[in-house]
């Protein structure tokens, strides 16, 4: 297992809507993350720069960034792309993060 995290950007005054879309996550797309080994998975918020910070667990060389081709995911980045910056295919422009300390 490792860890992966990257970061993507939330228009500015969409934070509840945010949330509110999370907490209501569909199940499709978190059984999705889950056959594809993704855990432990984080989102966090910088308010100062609308910078979301995303962390993840995942089984395989792969995390959630690498799920685009799968249609449930599609409808995903399509049903999120009016509250974040997006790419023209709708998904979220990210930046994968380096890791340079952790201790467990």
Sequence with gaps: MKRVAFKMYLKEGFKEEYR?????????VADL????GVSNYSIFLDEGTNT???VQTITSDEGS????????IQKWWDFMSD???VN?????????????FYLK
Excluded: T, Y
């Design 65 to 72: 960034q690498s799920l685009g081709h799968q249609d449930i």
């Design 83 to 85: 509250i974040m910056e």
């Design 33 to 36: 993350l889950k056959k594809a």
């Design 20 to 28: 509110k879309r999370h907490n209501e996550l569909w199940p499709e």
């Design 52 to 54: 979301l910070f995303a």
């Design 88 to 100: 023209p295919d709708n998904s979220p422009v990210s930046e994968e993060l380096e890791e340079v």
